[in-house]
């Protein structure tokens, strides 16, 4: 991250205009998680998951739950889609 920090200190994103797509972002709303669910995994597959969810900055519970929420959201494109 520092790396990526040093370069926008010296570069301006306007040099990069011409090459950026436009992308549509989703913001889902703030709710309140009043549920939980215990999900048993393997040792290894938790440190897999918990070492990925660090370099993306956000935690292991997150990381799932967006994971979760994508595969959601999938799964109703392609039902919605036959």
């Excluded at 897999?48 to 990381?63: D, E, F, P």
């Amino acid at each position: 991250m520092q790396e990526e920090a040093d370069f926008w200190d010296t570069h301006s994103i306007n040099d990069y205009l011409p090459e950026l797509k436009e992308t549509r972002i989703e913001y889902l709303p703030k709710v309140k998680k009043e549920s939980n669910i215990v999900l048993r995994m393997e040792p290894e597959l938790k440190k897999r998951l918990a070492a990925l969810s660090r370099k993306k900055g956000i935690t292991l519970s997150a990381l799932v739950r967006i994971w979760l929420i994508e595969k959601l959201q999938d799964e109703a494109t392609r039902q919605n889609g036959r």
